[in-house]
């Protein structure tokens, strides 16, 4: 008989009756510190605990009284979609003297606290861990001075800590992505997006300055994300006599037509001397060499600023309700850790191993060991650091590879934001590998009309930051038109086939594999780079262009939401995209605080229809007097939204009104998101390179020509858990719902507990993939590089 899933089961009994968390944010403030300060308090109070606010960071712990409050459900209401820190942070001299953590000891004891949840930088971190190290002794020395009962020493004996990473820099190892680091990203993004209209209109150069004293990680993501011409980032300073290499890049950007360029220096740049590279030298020296016109735009706090973005919000609630999780499991012996992201997985690491490793990383750039810096970064740092050598850097045509092999880019489906990106890095490391690229308008329609041609390293130039798709994408699939798709196949030669689309683009690589029976133009390598809103593609946990339709999303409910505030008691039932696929309810519900999202996956009748509205009433009798509602287009073909919102205005009569509003389009529109455009680049870059890798091995020296017909030469390349892996489409045939058009088992579905609980329903969370105290690792499996964070 198998056994249960203990795990699985644990957390219907997991208490926290008797225990007092305290939840602080110290150090710098970032976008997204709100939303886990609110997940902390609902899933302690949700699990019984008392829960507590130090507002100030640990200088309000130090002084005590009224910094050190008791938090109610509703006093976490409506700051998810606040940036900064409404608990207030600073930096706190006093606390890092003995005397110090010796009255914050005392002011915890008496609230009887001996859990504590920091938000913060490595050096809060480090700080909690050591005040948790003293705790034995400071209670020894508060009983000495009578300022505690000789009792408490036992009961209050060990100090729980649990930490999680606040920072936009992204400088913490361990972790793929901190908190704050996304919203940091869409200000660069949102700001350089802006600034490429008025240097195109006057042919200038824009030096850009952003964040990151110690970390490059802002000015890598942001150069990869908007195409820059170069980057300088403190962990690989460039080589002596960059200054001349950086002037001909320019200028030869320049001479094919470019109207504009940009340049991105982390504010900690320095030269291979230890010697720092300002925005103002730089500005100077194109001024000086080529007499371009060129304007420095320093960037500063803007970048802490503003709303934090979906991605944020999301990841800062699943590390909320991980650290209390963490907090109710822990015991005396159990070393402090940090829950952290590995690809899509919570994972729970030793606090000081990774503190330390983020030490490591800043010795090798004081001895000038930039190689072993970026290593230490970790996969993805240094994953986008290769990436954008391979982009941004065009080889001349001497130095490439000549490998006589044509490979085909088309976008299959529907638009997503992010498809551009994806297309622009196929074709680049297509040419840098040596292949000739060709582009097909208009998906398999256009292919086998014949609307194929070449295209030029910079015919993509430009692309990374423009929606929808610019070589147009039809939902025709190729079963009907595999005679003239082959002849254009035979006509243009064309050795290889990437294609960039969703659901439609699964198909279509499963009728190619089928049709290669009669046809051996289709024995070439095909790969699959999933792009779709709706994040339905088998095979990959995500999907180019759900991050952008999520963000347009979360941005409508909170100017929804914000319009009912001067109201009150209204319900607002908002109809999301999808086809049968809930991902975007789900997750849009998660990020927006929505009070229950209905989605096909979990099937739902009157009863549960009825119980939402008792539970809107009973809300509009607290301080929170307004609801969100989410619905996915194809949930329940009864169900539907006029239903729901006709069902919720009756029986909401006297108590609440109702609103509606179906997003429809707006979904698929508007400019990528940081995300999606360094997703597309590096999962597009990297099926490129695994085309190269097919067309050597499956050449035929002998017949002069590519014939690859096995399972594993047609593949979908998808993020799945912490990893990005190629899987033959054939093998996963199994795994999908092809009437529905989704996969069969979808992780997210693991989100909806969280999204209740935050909402306040009673529900069971499944714990099973609640992260275990992991190690960290310093060379992880070379496919993991695959990180969900970019």
Same mark, same amino acid.
Not at 587 to 607: N, Q
């Given at each position: 008989m198998a056994q249960p899933d203990t795990k699985k089961i644990f957390f219907e009994n997991l208490s926290g009756a008797g225990k007092a968390i305290a939840v602080l944010t110290s150090g710098g403030d970032a976008q997204g510190m709100n939303a886990a300060v609110r997940a902390v308090v609902r899933m302690g109070l949700y699990v019984g605990a008392k829960v507590y606010f130090i507002h100030e960071g640990y200088q309000g712990m130090v002084d005590g009284g009224d910094n050190i409050r008791e938090a109610t459900w509703e006093t976490v209401s409506s700051m998810l979609q606040v940036g900064g820190t409404v608990i207030g942070s600073a930096r706190c001299k006093e606390f890092r003297s003995h005397e110090g953590r010796l009255k914050a000891a005392h002011n915890l004891l008496q609230r009887g606290i001996t859990n504590l949840c920091v938000i913060g930088g490595d050096g809060s971190l480090t700080g909690a861990n050591l005040f948790r190290e003293e705790w034995s002794g400071l209670l020894t020395e508060l009983v000495e001075q009578g300022l505690i009962e000789a009792d408490s020493v036992q009961k209050y004996s060990a100090l729980h800590i649990v930490g999680m990473v606040g920072s936009i820099d992204n400088d913490f190892c361990g972790t793929d992505m901190t908190i704050g680091t996304d919203s940091a990203l869409h200000r660069i993004i949102e700001v350089v997006d802006a600034i490429m209209t008025t240097a195109q209109s006057h042919q200038r150069t824009f030096v850009l300055e952003v964040m990151g004293r110690h970390c490059g990680y802002l000015a890598l993501v942001s150069a990869l994300a908007c195409g820059a011409d170069w980057v300088l980032i403190p962990e690989m300073p460039p080589e002596d006599g960059w200054e001349d290499k950086m002037c001909g890049k320019l200028s030869a950007t320049r001479s094919r037509g470019t109207r504009l360029n940009i340049i991105i220096v982390a504010e900690g740049a320095i030269n291979r001397h230890g010697k720092p590279i300002s925005s103002s030298y730089v500005k100077d020296l194109v001024v000086r060499n080529l007499g371009f016109d060129t304007r420095v735009t320093i960037l500063g706090h803007v970048q802490r600023g503003g709303t934090p973005s979906g991605f944020d919000r999301i990841l800062a609630s699943r590390m909320g309700v991980e650290a209390v999780l963490a907090l109710l499991e822990t015991t005396a012996n159990t070393p402090a850790c940090v829950v952290s992201l590995c690809g899509n997985q919570s994972v729970r690491l030793p606090l000081m191993e990774c503190v330390q490793m983020t030490q490591e990383v800043q010795k090798a750039m004081d001895n000038k060991r930039f190689e072993d810096a970026v290593k230490l970064r970790g996969r993805s740092f240094e994953n986008n650091l290769k990436t954008y050598k391979l982009l941004a850097h065009r080889k001349p045509e001497s130095e490439l590879p000549v490998s006589n092999f044509n490979v085909a880019v088309l976008n299959v489906g529907a638009p997503a934001a992010g498809m551009n990106a994806a297309v622009r890095s196929a074709v680049r490391v297509g040419i840098s590998e040596g292949h000739k690229m060709f582009a097909v308008n208009d998906g398999f329609e256009g292919f086998y009309k014949g609307q194929i041609k070449e295209i030029k390293w910079a015919d993509v130039g430009g692309w990374t930051g423009q929606g929808g798709s610019l070589l147009g994408t039809k939902r025709t699939l190729p079963a009907k038109h595999v005679e003239k798709i082959a002849e254009q196949m035979r006509k243009h030669n064309i050795n290889a086939l990437l294609i960039v689309g969703g659901f439609e683009a699964f198909l279509s690589l499963l009728e190619l594999f089928t049709a290669r029976g009669k046809h051996d133009e289709f024995c070439v390598p095909m790969v699959m780079v999933p792009a779709t809103v709706s994040n339905n593609v088998p095979g990959s946990d995500l999907s180019v262009g759900a991050d952008t339709a999520l963000n347009a999303i979360t941005t409508t409910c909170d100017r929804i939401k914000q319009s009912a505030s001067g109201t009150k008691r209204r319900v607002f039932i908002i109809e999301t995209m999808g086809g049968y696929c809930g991902y975007l309810a789900?997750?849009?519900?998660?990020?927006?605080?929505?009070?229950?999202? &209905?989605? &096909?996956?979990? $099937?739902?009748?009157? !009863?549960?229809? *009825?119980?939402?509205?008792?539970?809107? +009433?009973?809300?509009?009798? +607290?301080?929170?007097? !307004?609801?969100?509602?989410?619905?996915?287009?194809?949930?329940?073909?009864? @169900?539907? +939204?006029?239903?729901? &919102?006709?069902? &919720?205005?009756?029986? #909401?009569?006297?108590?609440?009104? %109702?609103?509606?509003?179906?997003?429809?389009?707006?979904?698929?529109?508007?400019?990528?998101?940081?995300?999606?455009?360094?997703?597309?680049?590096?999962?597009?870059?990297?099926?490129? *390179?695994?085309?190269?890798?097919?067309?050597?091995?499956?050449?035929?020296?002998?017949? #002069? /020509?590519?014939?690859?017909?096995?399972?594993?030469? %047609? %593949?979908?390349?998808?993020?799945?858990? !912490?990893?990005?892996?190629?899987? $033959?489409?054939?093998?996963?045939?199994?795994? +999908?719902?092809?009437?529905?058009?989704? $996969?069969?088992?979808?992780?997210?579905?693991?989100? /909806?507990?969280?999204?209740?609980?935050?909402?306040? @329903?009673?529900?069971?969370?499944?714990?099973?993939?609640?992260?275990?105290?992991?190690?960290?690792?310093h060379n992880q499996p070379k496919e993991s590089d695959a990180s969900v964070a970019m």
């Open positions: 789900t997750v849009g519900g998660l990020a927006s605080g929505a009070d229950a999202a &209905y989605i &096909y996956e979990e $099937p739902f009748d009157i !009863r549960d229809l *009825q119980a939402n509205v008792e539970h809107l +009433t009973e809300k509009m009798k +607290t301080s929170i007097q !307004r609801g969100l509602v989410l619905r996915n287009e194809n949930s329940n073909e009864n @169900y539907t +939204t006029d239903f729901i &919102y006709q069902l &919720y205005s009756e029986e #909401g009569r006297g108590v609440f009104d %109702c609103r509606k509003n179906v997003l429809g389009h707006m979904q698929q529109g508007g400019a990528p998101s940081p995300f999606d455009r360094n997703f597309g680049t590096k999962i597009s870059a990297k099926a490129m *390179q695994w085309v190269t890798k097919k067309l050597v091995e499956t050449f035929r020296h002998d017949e #002069g /020509r590519v014939f690859a017909n096995s399972e594993d030469s %047609c %593949c979908l390349l998808g993020m799945r858990r !912490r990893a990005l892996i190629f899987q $033959p489409v054939v093998q996963l045939k199994d795994e +999908t719902d092809f009437i529905h058009r989704i $996969p069969k088992e979808q992780w997210w579905l693991k989100l /909806r507990p969280l999204m209740k609980i935050l909402a306040k @329903y009673k529900t069971s969370y499944d714990v099973s993939d609640s992260g275990q105290l992991e190690h960290v690792v």
